[in-house]
């Protein structure tokens, strides 16, 4: 039920962000979407919009020399499905940290729920104009880290929700 409308969802989040300015959180409310619904109840530290309308969950407030958003239909999947082995992007923008020459990440991370077990299938870097600048991967596998992003994936694809 949730998926089907996502499509329809994110036509109303952009037409709507178009139309409140900056702060695609104030569309939360206006509607009766159950995604955007979804989106918000799972947004504690906000969300964005991608340019091409994907909505991205902030993982952490904004303002971090690195700050970085799950894709919300990869989290939405992974609490609704519950699978052992959870496959999701993570966006990373850096515009704050001057030690890297790229300005935006894209992550490929793979989570397996009974191993504890994380490991990056493909990262894609991307300079200020957008334009890409390389990419690497896949790694191994390893086990989950206590106290690091990893840990907070693992702990929201695999444990919250279920």
Known sequence: ?????KRRDRFLVIAAALGMAVNPMSVVGQTDSPYLNWVASHSPNGFSLGSNGTIWINIAPEGQVDDYAIRAEDLLAAQTDKPNYVVFWVRG???????????ESMTRYAVDCQRDEISVTQRQFYRADGGPMGSEGPFRSEYIVPGTYGEEYHRLMCIVGR
């Not at 923008?93 to 300005?103: D, F, I, L």
């Open 93 to 103: 923008m850096h515009k704050n940290n001057r030690n890297v020459a790229y300005r």
């Open 1 to 5: 039920m949730l998926r089907e409308a």
